[in-house]
């Protein structure tokens, strides 16, 4: 069980505080919900039953900086494909970004990147779709490298490209 005071990596919602733990009254049920407030979205409130082990098991300690540095270096060692097709490879990066897991979006964001790199070389760019894509996953890695390595979370991204290999 989490704590009043700790700090969580909660899906979608990255990086949050949980601001106290009360009982609420939700379709004449009473239970018991974290109240979490996600630290880079000011006035934002989300309300997680702590029953619901589906929604509680999206709640993560953040990482550290030694598993961030780690999961770079594994990420930086595997050997992942692009995916060609363009509607596949959007089914595959919208389930990553539902996902919030931490290594795949890592793992998007280097394909992604080296992806843009390659295009530019012919000059040509990223599609459309695939920048969002690339957006999307480094805001979601952003808020919790930036807690993690004291940074701001617009240097995120270049911290996190100038640690991948190319």
Known sequence: MYQVGETV?????????????????????????????????????VFVPVQNELLVSRMRPLLTKKQIEKMIDEVNEADEDWIDDASERKAAFQQTLLSADR?????????????????QTVGKRLRTN?????????????????????????EVPEFIRGKLKE
């Not at 290594?103 to 990147?113: F, G, N, P, T």
């Open 130 to 154: 695939d920048e969002q894509m690339l957006r999307d996953a480094e805001k979601l890695l952003a808020d919790e490298f930036s807690v993690v390595l004291n940074l701001k979370p617009r």
């Open 9 to 45: 990596f909660y899906g979608t919602e990255g990086v949050c505080r949980v601001e106290e733990i009360r009982q609420m009254k939700v379709n004449r049920e009473t239970a018991e919900y974290y109240v979490l407030r996600p630290i880079y979205r000011e006035g934002s409130t």
């Open 103 to 119: 290594r795949e979006l890592l793992s998007m964001v280097r394909r992604l990147h080296l992806r843009r790199q390659n295009l």
